[in-house]
Nanobody, 125 residues
Framework: QVQLVESGGGLVQAGGSLRLSCAASGRAFSSYAMGWFRQAPGKEREFVSYVGWSGSTAYADFVKGRFTISRDNAKNTVYLQMNSLKPEDTAVYYC???????????????????WGQGTQVTVSS
């Protein structure tokens, strides 16, 4: 079992920055993939970013060059640095871990996943 708690969301103007954090507890932190998804009103939840236990990363095309994911295994925490935010980035952002505790991006994206409670990010124009 893995428990995930996100923080760091808020309201920011277009072009601004936010940093999301996700603290994990439960199973050994360094052994599995972690990532971020988001869900905007009226839309399906979508993949945003992935970080593997070794630090490998992957991003959705719509955030490449603007968002950076990282993890601190000593603190059991994963981060999402979001720069150059756009109004279309407005969504609830969820931290996720593969339910089977796999380490690949496909393990994360294909599901099922453990989810955090989500944190709201609102970008005003």
């Amino acid at each position: 079992q893995v428990q995930l708690v996100e923080s760091g969301g808020g309201l920011v103007q277009a072009g601004g920055s936010l940093r999301l954090s996700c603290a994990a507890s439960g199973r050994a932190f360094s052994s599995y993939a972690m990532g971020w998804f988001r869900q905007a009103p009226g839309k399906e939840r979508e993949f945003v970013s992935y970080v593997g236990w070794s630090g490998s990363t992957a991003y959705a095309d719509f955030v490449k060059g603007r968002f950076t994911i990282s993890r601190d295994n000593a603190k059991n925490t994963v981060y999402l640095q979001m720069n150059s935010l756009k109004p279309e980035d407005t969504a609830v952002y969820y931290c996720a871990v593969p339910l089977g505790l796999g380490s690949s991006v496909s393990d994360l994206r294909s599901g099922p996943q453990y989810w955090g409670q989500g944190t709201q990010v609102t970008v005003s124009s």
